[in-house]
């Protein structure tokens, strides 16, 4: 069976992860209790937006749209309960994307 990321979402995402701190917001997600301790929500639903750009040390608007780029490309999720915005990331598709990867390059 030859599944692969479709060509159009395959761009997204790798424009996405051409961005250091994109990179590294995923990583931070990958073990959201070791990097976002102080979090007063189960991790069930993903890490609050406000826990992020806390980490990242950067204007609220700016980690909102890499957060949006990443969710765009399909590699995060987004959850809103209330006011708040959880992330989390789509362990599915990051796994297609590898494999695709592996298979195109």
């Given at each position: 069976?030859?599944?692969?990321?479709?060509?159009?979402?395959?761009?997204?995402?790798?424009?996405?992860?051409?961005?250091?701190?994109?990179?590294?917001?995923?990583?931070?997600?990958?073990?959201?209790q070791?990097?976002?301790?102080?979090?007063?929500?189960?991790?069930?639903?993903?890490?609050?937006?406000?826990?992020?750009?806390?980490?990242?040390?950067?204007?609220?608007?700016?980690?909102?749209?890499?957060?949006?780029?990443?969710?765009?490309?399909?590699?995060?999720?987004?959850?809103?309960?209330?006011?708040?915005?959880?992330?989390?990331r789509?362990?599915?598709?990051?796994?297609?994307?590898?494999?695709?990867?592996?298979?195109?390059?």
């Amino acid at each position: 069976m030859n599944s692969t990321v479709p060509v159009a979402n395959l761009d997204l995402a790798l424009k996405a992860l051409a961005n250091p701190l994109r990179r590294q917001i995923l990583d931070w997600l990958r073990d959201p209790q070791k990097h976002f301790p102080q979090q007063e929500h189960a991790f069930l639903l993903g890490v609050c937006a406000g826990q992020i750009e806390r980490k990242c040390q950067l204007a609220q608007s700016t980690v909102s749209g890499h957060l949006t780029t990443l969710q765009s490309a399909g590699l995060l999720t987004c959850q809103k309960l209330g006011q708040i915005h959880f992330f989390k990331r789509r362990e599915d598709t990051i796994a297609e994307l590898a494999r695709t990867m592996e298979m195109q390059l």
